[in-house]
């Protein structure tokens, strides 16, 4: 189908009988409708004279979808908007002076001049954030339903995209976890005919994007995008539908908007004129809402008088704005995450004994109890209590809501932990294994990890933790058994912990669960098979950012990481009988790295090995040797040696496994390459 078939050829819905609005309420929307109009004109003027930076997109044109969808919603429920967002701010009830203020980077904005345009949230109005990501906010909001559902209230969550939105992954697999889970979420597609350049017709299969719904079992309907009062009938049609638990919705509203992409896009032409002239000329929400206004005798001077009651208000967003101070470079770090508790480091004598696996699941089983915010969904987790047995019976005892079997959607998943965690829920996800965490990629580096800096500026906080197993030694081959922690590391925002003993992984589960940010947890796989040791019944957390010393010793500091602090456990005995005393020292806490406790042993010792299983180049070991000669280089009396996997995929091969991952001989090596001197003095004074 031609994309100007598209709005030609379609079966619209009518509305309801728009009558039953009175008509106060219907010149509220068309004020509401103007100030959206208002707020994208101005915003666009500034953008021209250069007060406004960077880019934002106008949503001119389609301003009855924001306004009609929001006119069926209550204050408490929530909204997921996208690039395009500044209509559905304002008609969810955002301060168009903060927004504006946002736009023009002030302290004042929404985000404190973090965010920008494209990341307006409005969280005490249920505005969970416009987002840069395509497609992203549809996780976000069945994360919002599902948080309802969770908490047992009836509020519902409307997630607006874009046509193009409809064509990644994210939609489906939202769409199959929202009718699955019967989430009170409304899948509302704003349909404008383009995604950038690229015509409907041009990017899907099918251009009718409402027939999607019925693949998933849900309701779908195409509608008029541009009468606020069609809008408003069907999405409280699917609100009603939502609020009595029967599940989600899909609306395809047809809509076009005036402008360009963007206001800094200078695309070469892509659109018909005669196309955009009639959209304007002939299909404009607003006239369209004032000639039902002006059928019931509203005067036009009183909708003038709106008008200008909208033009005000934008108007005194814009001076109020201007001159509202620009944030500080010294707010920044305390954007990016909430800081820690601190609990008092546990004592670990304990009688009982636990295997690394079940003292995961007791943390999680301890804390489920605890705290009713708590939830954990992952692949398998529920009936058969995971691949690796870590969440045995935690479904049979916290219930099916709290302990979700999930299918196997991963993106969806995490930006559902996500929209979970925004609305009051601290959700904890199992992947299967590490290596599926690209799927996740997008949740955690950008949603989780930016959030509280972008939406709000600091304000919001995002209690999540992805969690699951890492690295190689059962010969599950390159796909199964890669050690990721430096990617996560490396983005500010996420916490990394990787406990290499059943005490720590209870502790540091606990802490993690706990903690206001977002948490990838690691695990590893061997560490699965590791004895029982002992672990304290009672529930206890390890501080984040705290590195435990495992050995002391005063010749070399060996930083070892999760599987390998066994192994460097067992160097530093077989160095120890040549008369080198090694100080193991695990960080537990890959991020925030605890730099003072091995700071302070490389002072001591003057020799450093880092030993870590992921590939040696660009990773942990290169971050700590880097760190270490920035801190203590004068102290050091040889090169930081590393100890990692060579650049290759892990081998299937047993044998060829087994050389691929380091090994207690390669850190006797390396620490015997650093201490080649000492060695050598030790030697010469033996024999003087
Ligand atoms: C994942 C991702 N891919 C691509 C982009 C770049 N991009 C931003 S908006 C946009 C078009 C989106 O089209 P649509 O969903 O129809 O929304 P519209 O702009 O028409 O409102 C693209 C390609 C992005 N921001 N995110
Ligand atoms: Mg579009």
Known sequence: MSDAGVLAGAAIATPADASVSGTARLETMYRDLWRVRRFEERAMELFASGAIKGTAHSCVGQEAIAVGACAALRADDYIVSHHRGHGHCI??????????????????????GLGGSMHIAALDRGVLGANGIVGAGLGIGAGAGLSARIRGTDQVCVAFFGDGASNEGIFHESMNLAALWKLPLIFLCENNRYGLSLGVGEASANPRLSARAAAYGMPGETIDGNDALAVEASVARAVARARKGDGPSLIEALTYRWGDHSMRTNLPRYRPEEEERRAREIDDPIVRLGAVLEQR?????????????????????ITTSEAAAEPTFDILADAVAVAHATPPEPAVAAERRLSYVEAIREAMDQELARDSRVMLMGEDVGRIGGLFACTVGLQEKHGRDRVR?????????????????????????EVQF????????????????KLRFMLGGGKASIPMVVRGPQGGGIRLGAQHSQSLETWFAHVPGLVVLAPSSPFDAKGLLTAAIRDDNPVVFIEHKLLYTLGRQPVPE?????????????????????VATMAMVEAAMTAARALAREGIEAEVIDPRTIRPL???????SVRKTHHCVVAHEGWKT?????EVAAMVMEEAFDYLDAPVERVGMAGIPMPYNANLEKQAMPSAAEIVAAARRACDLLIAVRKYRRTD
Do not use: C, W
Request: charged letters at 25%; zero cysteines; proline letters at 4%.
């Open 618 to 622: 660009h990773g942990f070991g290169a």
């Open 434 to 449: 590490f290596d599926f965490i690209t799927h996740m990629m997008d949740g955690l580096v950008n949603q989780a990890a």
């Open 594 to 600: 605890d730099t003072e406790t091995i700071v302070a």
């Open 91 to 112: 008609a969810k009830g955002a301060d168009t002076t903060r927004m504006m203020a946002e736009l023009l980077g002030r302290e004042t904005g929404y985000g404190r």
């Open 538 to 558: 009672e529930p206890y957390a390890i501080p984040i950012g705290k590195a435990a010393i495992r050995r002391e010793g005063g010749d070399v500091t060996i």
């Open 297 to 317: 005798q509203v005067s036009p001077s009183r909708l003038d008088a709106l008008r200008e009651e909208a033009d005000r208000e934008i108007v005194e967003a």
């Open 405 to 429: 079997d999930t299918p196997i959607s991963e993106n969806v998943l995490v930006n559902a932990a996500v929209g979970a965690a925004l609305t009051g829920l601290r959700p904890i996800v």
